[in-house]
Every structure is written in structure tokens, then in C-alpha cells.
Nanobody, 122 residues
Framework: QVQLVESGGGLVQAGGSLRLSCAAS????????MGWFRQAPGKEREFVSH????????YYADSVKGRFTISRDKAKNTGYLQLNSLKPEDTAVYYC???????????????WGQGTQVTVSS
């Protein structure tokens, strides 16, 4: 069974940057797609981005396109989400997750990390 552990969240001023990491352990991750989601207080979990582990194809939500970059290091079994030009509305708990599908639907991601808080001050 794959386990995911996020790190890298924190407090940053608007316009700043953070890099989130998601370390996968337990078995090979090659058949999965890694996704990033976020959830702000009182709101539903929102898709941010995903990447196919083997080929590296990426997809982004319109709200983060051009500001966030997803990547992965296959040798380290770790995925990353680079957050640039951060806005206060990006404040949320960010989760990485794994799925066997090409999807943005949270329910189809069966493995989740514990989440990491990102807070952007104005």
C-alpha cells in the first residue's frame, strides 16, 4: 500500500513562493497519477493539479495555471508543487493524493496524505 507524506507548507506574504513536497512510500508509484488538492475553511476540496508518474503529463486548474508547477522526481519517489505569485485566496490545506485514473475528481483518488497548511497574508 502506498503512503503519502506532504511537507513544505507555511506562512508567506502575497506574491511569495513555496514548494510543497509529497513523498510516496510503500510500493512502486509508477502506475499512479499524483494529484494535488486544496481545501479552505468552509469550502469543498478543490482540484489543483495532477501529473502522470511515468510520462510526466501535467494538468492544472484554471485558478493556478501559470502560477503553480507540478513535477516529480522518480528516483526519490517524491512529487512537488511549486507555488509562485501566491494570493490570499490560495490559503488552504494542501493535500497530495494518488489515483490510477486520469481525473480531477477527489473521490477517485484513493490514497491521501495528511495535508499541509499554506497561509498567504495580504
Amino acid at each position: 500500500q502506498v503512503q503519502l507524506v506532504e511537507s513544505g507548507g507555511g506562512l508567506v506574504q502575497a506574491g511569495g513562493s513555496l514548494r510543497l513536497s509529497c513523498a510516496a512510500s510503500g510500493r512502486t508509484f509508477s502506475s499512479y497519477r499524483m494529484g494535488w488538492f486544496r481545501q479552505a475553511p468552509g469550502k469543498e476540496r478543490e482540484f489543483v493539479s495532477h501529473i502522470s508518474w511515468n510520462i510526466g503529463n501535467t494538468y492544472y486548474a484554471d485558478s493556478v495555471k501559470g502560477r503553480f508547477t507540478i513535477s516529480r522526481d522518480k528516483a526519490k519517489n517524491t512529487g512537488y508543487l511549486q507555488l509562485n505569485s501566491l494570493k490570499p485566496e490560495d490559503t488552504a490545506v494542501y493535500y497530495c493524493a494518488a489515483t490510477n485514473y486520469d481525473t480531477t475528481t477527489p473521490d477517485l483518488y484513493k490514497i491521501w496524505g495528511q495535508g499541509t497548511q499554506v497561509t498567504v497574508s495580504s
